[in-house]
């Protein structure tokens, strides 16, 4: 089993910046992908990012490439999501997973462990 938690999400005003956190334990396995999504209310939940084990990301096309980045430290086991220039539709929860496998997915259903979701919420 694995074990992820996030951490820092919260409350920032349009144009503000965030970071995020994902902690893995348990069995744990460095070459796993991890990747970031997050569900607003009433709303599927979407793709954000991806982080291979190498280090090689993509991004949700549209809605974040080039004011969010992904990164890991896989010495610490932890993914980040730094998130810039913040917009009222960033609120959302969200959420970081992983994967048994070396190759990352945009697809939600293909992700085995998830965390408990961080909210972060974008106001003025």
């Known amino acids: 089993q694995v074990q992820l938690v996030e951490s820092g999400g919260g409350l920032v005003q349009p144009g503000g910046s965030l970071r995020l956190s994902c902690a893995a334990s348990?069995?744990?396995?460095?070459?796993?992908?991890m990747a970031w999504f997050r569900q607003a209310p009433g709303k599927e939940r979407e793709f954000v990012a991806s982080?291979?084990?190498?280090?090689?990301?993509?991004y949700s096309e549209d809605s974040v490439k080039g004011r969010f980045t992904i990164s890991r430290d896989n010495a610490k086991n932890t993914m980040y999501l730094q998130m810039n220039s913040l917009k009222p539709e960033d609120t959302a929860v969200y959420y970081c997973?992983?994967?048994?496998?070396?190759?990352?997915?945009?697809?939600?259903?293909?992700?085995?462990?998830w965390g408990q979701g961080t909210q972060v919420t974008v106001s003025s």
């Open positions: 348990g069995r744990t396995f460095s070459t796993n992908a």
């Open positions: 997973a992983t994967l048994r496998r070396v190759l990352p997915s945009t697809a939600a259903a293909d992700y085995e462990y």
């Open positions: 982080i291979m084990w190498s280090g090689g990301v993509k």
